[in-house]
């Protein structure tokens, strides 16, 4: 049984661009929980992002074990140290050592998102020569779970330095998933209309004009 | 400068589910053109997508010239030949066969999306470990375009089943460019709150229940 179309208004789409806007890559988590009703309410939004072949390769694991976090914290912050060595320029390895990456820690809620390389739904409809639109459909179930957060006042941070197979390992999940991302969710202690790193002075929004082409 | 932090409601929440219910990939395209500023007014919303060190990796091509467009709705159709061979059961072939899976040839605009994997913007951070970050970034800008789209009544298609390379070739990016997605972009024939892989059989959805793990 299907509704009518929802006729969306021009003030529903100045909000999605506010909401757009607001999201933040949160580090910074106050120490409240998010109430479970909101995290189902969060988790069932998945369901609804698009997926190549329609086949839903997202796999979601919910981390409640402290000692499982404890190892994932730690972990990450072995990886950030060795990812310092990169920077030759000591000004730049300063300033990247003084950015927070991640609230592992504090985050009331730690949710790891893998992807099925091999989805028995969707009978590889679409991926014959882009194996990677399963990842990528998952990647796209993670930012509509960003969206939907952030509507209900609840921040997300997406940690990405991590061994993708130490972490699969460390969570026992299936050798065919991959990892795509460690998130951190919780309130954020602020709002903020700009980027964390280029409050800090990483680096800027660049205009969209530099990324548009024509052929 | 920045304004007050948005307090979104739980209409704008309501609002927001019936977004992406209702955000189809669509292959039925009306041939009225989008307006331009419709176009300009889309794309101005791919700079507020999250990326990897804030890298916004995104580089978008428009397609103009009417004989790419051919050459690109060639190779589709070609490629999606090949890939009927891939079921081996004759009932699944034909099916396969009998969906559509572009409208390549009737939607008013296309746009090819690339992702850069070697940028200069982001200055490395948070790839060291996982360089498919970059790529990911850039399947988050066009799952935001695919919802600010959707929000004004357009309708996207994700065109997947492409070579790639062949596609960088045809449009003529640098080398270090990486196709992420071929997208067709119009008014839909029709909306849907069901995808239409399920309305045709291929594929149900499925209770994320089955996609949720804890540990």
Same mark, same amino acid.
């Given at each position: ?11 529903? +789409? ?29 988790? %069932? ?20 074990? +402290? ?10 912050? +072995?990886?950030?140290?060795?990812? %310092? ?17 991640? +609230?592992?820690?504090?985050?009331? *809620? ?65 050798? *065919? ?39």
């Amino acid at each position: 049984m299907t509704d009518a179309a929802p006729d969306f208004d021009a003030a529903f +789409g100045v909000q999605l661009d506010a909401l757009m806007r607001w999201r933040r890559d949160v580090r910074h988590f106050r120490s409240d929980p998010v109430p479970d009703a909101e995290m189902q309410a969060l988790l %069932a939004n998945v369901s609804l992002a698009p997926s190549v072949g329609h086949a839903q390769p997202w796999r979601l694991v919910r981390v409640r074990s +402290g000692e499982r976090r404890a190892r994932l914290a730690d972990h990450v912050d +072995g990886q950030v140290l060795a990812a %310092a060595e990169r920077y030759a320029d000591p000004a730049q390895r300063d300033q990247y050592r003084s950015l927070k990456l991640h +609230g592992l820690r504090e985050a009331p *809620e730690i949710l790891a998102v893998f992807s099925d390389d091999r989805p028995v739904a969707g009978h590889g409809l679409g991926i014959a020569t882009m194996p990677e639109m399963l990842r990528y459909s998952t990647v796209m179930a993670i930012h509509g779970l960003w969206l939907t957060a952030r509507a209900r006042g609840i921040g997300m941070g997406w940690v990405s330095i991590v061994d993708p197979a130490a972490l699969a390992a460390m969570l026992d999940v299936p050798g *065919e998933w991959t990892l795509i991302a460690l998130l951190c969710i919780g309130y954020p202690a602020q709002a903020s209309d700009t980027p964390e790193l280029e409050q800090r002075g990483w680096q800027a929004r660049e205009p969209l004009t530099d990324r548009l082409f024509e052929r």
